[in-house]
Nanobody, 116 residues
Framework: QVQLVESGGGLVQPGGSLRLSCTAS????????AGWYRQAPGKERELVAR????????MYADSVKGRFTISRDNAKNTVNLQMNSLKPEDTAVYYC?????????WGQGTQVTVSS
């Protein structure tokens, strides 16, 4: 059974940090690209960060560059998102995703709220 399970969300004050983790099971995670997306209320889901299988190259949305860092540990089947200098506009449900054509798997999402 394919699963992606996110953890690490919560409430944080502006300027604070959170670390999201996603654990994969039921497929060969190391052979998949992985990424984090987010969806704020009333907005479309958007790509936050992506890490490519094997070579480990990364890409980020302009809005999070310099603040967020994506990483993966293929031995543990995990992909992580370190979020620093958080802003209220980062508030959203964050989703983990793994893909390798034609497959695409999603986690259930974890809420991140940035508020004082």
């Amino acid at each position: 059974q394919v699963q992606l399970v996110e953890s690490g969300g919560g409430l944080v004050q502006p300027g604070g940090s959170l670390r999201l983790s996603c654990t994969a099971s039921g497929f060969t995670f190391s052979s998949y690209n992985a990424g984090w997306y987010r969806q704020a209320p009333g907005k479309e889901r958007e790509l936050v960060a992506r890490i490519i299988r094997l070579v480990g190259s990364t890409m980020y949305a302009d809005s999070v560059k310099g603040r967020f860092t994506i990483s993966r540990d293929n031995a543990k089947n995990t992909v992580n998102l370190q979020m620093n200098s958080l802003k209220p506009e980062d508030t959203a449900v964050y989703y983990c995703m793994a893909d390798r054509s034609p497959n695409q798997y999603w986690g259930q999402g974890t809420q991140v709220t940035v508020s004082s």
